[in-house]
């Protein structure tokens, strides 16, 4: 949900002006909308998510920086990439806030500005369910990733209750308007899989959200 429809303006075509608009008040409202969720388990997923992080980490779709405070001294260097204009203005407020030492870039997780193999943790939160074309992201992932390097995630993906999955199906293109770009039903493990990824990951709800997006996956992969 935080790497916005700035991804389709670079493979397909510029947001309307009114789509512009919509996309500075999701800035503004994220996270007041997510409060409920991070209250009720998200905030302790984060926390024991990047807890693993080490290295060299790039965060993708950093969204306004709701992992930021919960990184350990194991990491050598934070970058963190968000595409979105005023997410990225919130986001640099927490970095000043936390006083950490983060990195901002306005990166696409489409086209990482890292070199090859020079990654050791990438962490991606509520992000693969957004990009335009997750296969890509996941190569430019796998290709940043130094060998024995990971990628740490928590997204929400298609359900596993035919019901659920059935009701995603229908509020997916709403949802998507509404969500910025987001995919509410999209099968991101099976994605990773298919990209060469071994994927170890839990079955977890997100509680305190619309329904659309309760199933969650929480877990580590590796190329």
């Known amino acids: 949900m935080t790497e916005t429809a700035r991804e389709d303006s670079r493979t397909d075509q510029q947001p309307t002006p009114a789509y512009a608009v919509w996309l500075r008040v999701m800035a503004l409202v994220y996270d007041p909308f997510v409060w409920l969720g991070e209250l009720v388990g998200m905030r302790r997923r984060r926390r024991e998510l990047v807890a693993g992080a080490r290295g060299r980490v790039v965060e993708i779709g950093a969204g306004t920086g709701l992992n930021l405070a919960y ?119 099976q994605l990773m899989q298919a990209c060469g990824f071994t994927v170890t990951a839990d079955a977890a709800v997100w509680h305190g959200m619309p329904a659309v997006v309760h199933p969650l996956a929480v877990g580590r992969a590796t190329v």
């Open 71 to 189: 990184y350990p001294d194991t990491v050598d260097e934070l970058v963190l990439t968000e595409p979105e204009p005023a997410m990225r203005r919130k986001l640099a407020r927490r970095v000043e806030r936390i006083g950490g030492a983060a990195r901002i870039s306005d990166a696409s997780a489409l086209h990482l500005p890292f070199t090859d193999a020079s990654v050791d943790t990438v962490v991606s939160t509520l992000v693969l369910c957004t990009v335009p074309d997750p296969e890509a992201a996941l190569r430019e992932i796998a290709r940043i990733l130094r060998p024995g390097g990971q990628l740490l995630f928590i997204e929400h993906v298609r359900s596993d209750s035919r019901f659920l999955a059935a009701y995603q199906g229908v509020m997916v293109r709403p949802w998507r308007g509404f969500a910025g770009g987001c995919v509410c039903n999209r099968p991101t493990l």
